[in-house]
Nanobody, 126 residues
Framework: QLQLVESGGGLVQPGGSLRLSCAAS????????IGWFRQAPGKEREGVSC????????YYADSVKGRFAISRDNAKNTVYLQMNSLKPEDTAVYYC???????????????????WGQGTQVTVSS
């Protein structure tokens, strides 16, 4: 059974860093695109970053470009989201999601992904 488990969330001060992990089990990540999404209270879920299944091309939302970095370690079956220069507006529950054979672009959407983790809370506050 395909399963994704996020970890690494927590409380951090503005300007700080966190690294989220998305560990996959029940399947190998090689042929799957992985997306990171977040949802703040009262807001819709938004796409943060995505790494494609084929050529590993990457997409970042404008709100995180230059601050966040997505990477995948297929040997560990894990995808990471390194988050630097965190801001209070980055506070949200972060989810990773997977989809078979998908190319990440500015059109990537949560509706395209069919396997989801349970989420991890990130709180940026002084």
């Amino acid at each position: 059974q395909l399963q994704l488990v996020e970890s690494g969330g927590g409380l951090v001060q503005p300007g700080g860093s966190l690294r989220l992990s998305c560990a996959a089990s029940g399947f190998t990540l090689d042929y799957y695109a992985i997306g990171w999404f977040r949802q703040a209270p009262g807001k819709e879920r938004e796409g943060v970053s995505c790494v494609s299944s084929s050529d590993g091309s990457i997409y970042y939302a404008d709100s995180v470009k230059g601050r966040f970095a997505i990477s995948r370690d297929n040997a560990k079956n894990t995808v990471y989201l390194q988050m630097n220069s965190l801001k209070p507006e980055d506070t949200a529950v972060y989810y990773c999601a997977a989809v078979w054979h998908y190319y990440c672009s500015a059109y990537f959407s949560s509706s395209h992904f069919n396997s989801w983790g349970q989420g991890t809370q990130v709180t940026v506050s002084s």
